[in-house]
């Protein structure tokens, strides 16, 4: 796995591009990984030189951050590791007020999160999705609260409309409350919809994409055939369900799936390799989550950005996942856009006007030996 750690958005935060997702820790919901195994996939990730660790209250009933804070604690990584974890679903049926983004969950939330991952401060604290109900304003001072507490050091938005964020991160410019530090949303080929709004709003006001379900459901990994039966994986278990986030088995899919076979195979790469590279070089992204229910699955997935993708091959995936713009987008073309400019070439900044920060080399040294 790749060495080098960059920071989250406009944070000082220096993470890993690849994350261990915690939501396959336990097998409360009737899949997912054994306390072994998941200790297993830790100890992987670790040994390769990974340092972020996604999980959330509600995972897997709360074991999820129970391990996860055990596997940190037992190799003494606190000080190494940056704990990302969420609130916002409920922990008590027919109590709306253990649910949601209003300070009183927030602050139940929190202390309940610390409490179980064994530590007395969370790196990055996101609201997990948007509830339609709490002002912004309520969100953003409750979780600046928390970081002037030191029960937060950064903060972050998790599937929240593009005009939320938007509006989340002028509120705390404003107010001078913690800034919104990272997006966490779903990105793959399979799914391109947020580089309209959210990767635009990534790269211009400094929040970091953190990517789930880079491999849709397990879809891109390879392991699903369009002529085989069921029980081929977990997305199986949702072929006749109406939950949005798993309707994966598509005309569209499909062909994405066939064209990322045939790259994968001219690069000697695995399918899910190729697909994770592709989605963590993409404009914005900061970090992908990856989440595996087998050791070797994620032994797999870490080895995503030991390659490059060649631009013709990344030029063929691109064409075969690409999705028509929503309007108003089509207005913001070149089409358009050079009746505004009069036909004369016109850019924001020449290119080689902001180069890229890289800290690398040998250290000098501090000894007369």
Do not use: C
Request: charged fraction near 20%; avoid cysteine.
């Amino acid at each position: 796995m790749s060495m080098t750690y960059y920071t989250l958005g406009n944070s000082g935060l220096r993470i890993i591009r690849l994350a261990l997702g915690t939501m396959t820790f336990g097998t409360e919901w009737g899949w997912g990984a054994d306390r072994d195994t998941a200790r297993a996939m830790f100890d992987a990730y670790v040994e390769a030189g990974g340092n972020f660790f996604d999980t959330a209250d509600l995972y897997t009933g709360g074991t999820a951050e129970t391990w996860l804070g055990e596997f940190v604690a037992e190799r003494g990584l606190r000080d190494k590791a940056v704990i990302a974890t969420k609130f916002t679903f409920n922990s008590e049926p027919g109590n709306p007020n253990a649910g949601g983004n209003g300070r009183k969950n927030i602050m139940r939330a929190v202390d309940a999160s610390l409490k179980r991952l064994g530590t007395d401060h969370i790196d990055l604290y996101l609201l997990h999705v948007w509830d339609r109900i709490t002002p912004a304003e309520e969100v953003l001072r409750t979780l600046d609260d928390l970081v002037r507490a030191g029960k937060v050091r950064h903060i972050g938005l998790s599937d929240v409309p593009a005009w939320y964020a938007g509006r989340a991160q002028a509120i705390a410019e404003l107010r001078g409350y913690e800034p919104v530090s990272a997006l966490q949303l779903e990105y793959s080929l399979a799914e391109r919809a947020i580089e309209h709004e959210y990767v635009p709003f990534a790269t211009h006001h400094g929040a970091g994409i953190m990517v789930w379900s880079p491999l849709a459901s397990g879809l891109l990994s390879g392991k699903y055939k369009l002529t085989q039966g069921a029980n081929a994986g977990r997305l199986d278990g949702f072929r006749n369900t109406t939950h949005p986030g798993f309707q994966k088995f598509s005309d569209r899919n499909w062909a994405i799936v066939a064209e990322l076979e045939k790259v994968a195979t001219e690069l000697g790469r695995s399918m899910a390799q190729v697909a994770l590279n592709w989605v963590a070089t993409r404009p914005g992204v900061a970090s992908v989550i990856l989440r595996a229910t087998k050791l070797s699955q994620l032994e797999d997935n870490l080895g995503a950005l030991d390659f490059s993708i060649p631009a013709e091959l990344r030029a063929r995936l691109e064409k075969v996942s690409a999705t028509p713009a929503p309007f108003p987008h089509p207005y913001f073309g070149s089409e358009i856009q050079v009746r505004v400019t009069g036909g004369a070439v016109t850019g924001d900044k020449p290119a080689g006007y902001s180069p890229a920060v890289m800290i690398e080399g040998e250290a000098v040294s501090i000894s007369s030996d």
